[in-house]
């Protein structure tokens, strides 16, 4: 249970680390909130009323902590440029962003395992081979390319989905699934390169270990020694790999949102970044933040689930 704690306090810190980061990172660029929204031609007087207003003349500790308890309470703050909540604009988006990365991760998990035990098992192969060079190659080209390829080969040629006709999960939930399947897939690719290269030499190296030599001394065949011994010690750092590449993956479904033209946290976020619209860039990239830490301390649990002697020395 110490490890849990332990891990546990190092979330809450670095937490606490990223928003002051965040919160001051906007607090000393250039540009004044008050001023975009009312123009330049506003006068000093309503420019100062305004910051007034908004809260921006009070000394940033002040402002952090307000906004920080606010966050904690589920609190977003206003937003400048719309004068709306910023909860409601942002959650409103969340599905959107978050189905394509979970979509995205169950891509990588049922590919890129099967295809990585695969390439392990006929090591030095020519199927090992082929897919090597194609792992190499998938894992050069960046994401946004990868969609631009997707869609010009899968939305333009074979019209299997038609570029720019997103289908809102409230119409159809089913045209929304398909249709993030291929920014999902444009996500997964190199997150699949990657898993199979780790994977195979994760069980490559654990195979020739001496506890493997024992199975087969005892009689087992090869795919026995390798489901019930090697690929439980040759997934843990795997496993952690996948658990960072699902936090990558949020933060890449924005990316990849602006390529496919669908309307999630992205759109909001580039118009927000624009008209200096900091609540809501705060909230989105502290939403961000805290499932990428979430992630990382889910992981950590996991690892200790899988292999109970990683953090004995905290016990």
Same mark, same amino acid.
């Given at each position: 249970m110490r490890y849990i704690f332990k891990?546990? @306090?190092?979330?809450? &810190?670095?937490?606490?680390v990223v928003s002051i980061?965040?919160?001051?990172?906007?607090?000393?660029?250039?540009?004044?909130p008050a001023m975009r929204m009312l123009g330049t031609e506003a006068s000093p007087e309503l420019v100062e009323q305004t910051r007034q207003e908004m809260g921006l003349n009070d000394p940033v500790l002040v402002r952090y902590f307000k906004w920080f308890l606010g966050f904690i309470? @589920?609190?977003?703050? &206003?937003?400048?440029?719309?004068k709306v909540p910023v909860g409601g604009m942002v959650l409103s988006k969340v599905p959107i962003t978050l189905t394509m990365a979970v979509m995205a991760f169950i891509l990588t998990v049922l590919i890129s395992i099967p295809l990585g035990i695969t390439t392990a098992k006929h090591e030095n192969s020519l199927l090992d081979r082929c897919l090597t060079v194609i792992n190499q190659v998938i894992m050069a080209i960046p994401p946004f390319f990868s969609g631009i390829l997707i869609t010009f080969i899968f939305g333009m040629i074979f019209r299997f989905f038609t570029?720019?006709?997103f289908v809102s999960y409230t119409t159809d939930l089913g045209k929304f699934i398909r249709y993030l399947f291929f920014p999902s897939l444009a996500i997964a690719l190199p997150k699949i390169s990657m898993t199979v290269r780790m994977l195979r030499g994760s069980l490559i190296d654990e195979s020739q270990k001496d506890?493997?030599?024992t199975a087969y001394s005892r009689g087992n065949n090869t795919d026995g020694v390798l489901y019930r011994h090697v690929l439980k010690n040759a997934m843990i750092p795997v496993i952690t790999f996948l658990g960072m590449a699902l936090?990558?993956?949020?933060?890449g479904s924005i990316v990849i949102e602006q390529v496919f033209g669908i309307p999630g946290i992205s759109r909001i976020l580039l118009t927000s970044i624009s008209n200096r619209d900091y609540p809501v860039v705060e909230a989105i990239i502290m939403g961000i933040?805290?499932?990428v830490i979430l992630v990382n301390f889910l992981v950590d649990v996991i690892y200790r689930i899988i292999d109970p002697r990683i953090g004995l020395e905290d016990e």
């Open positions: 891990k546990l @306090g190092m979330m809450i &810190i670095t937490l606490l980061c965040v919160f001051l990172a906007f607090s000393i660029i250039p540009g004044d309470r @589920g609190d977003f703050g &206003i937003s400048y440029n719309y570029p720019g006709g506890y493997t030599r936090a990558d993956m949020v933060a933040a805290v499932i």
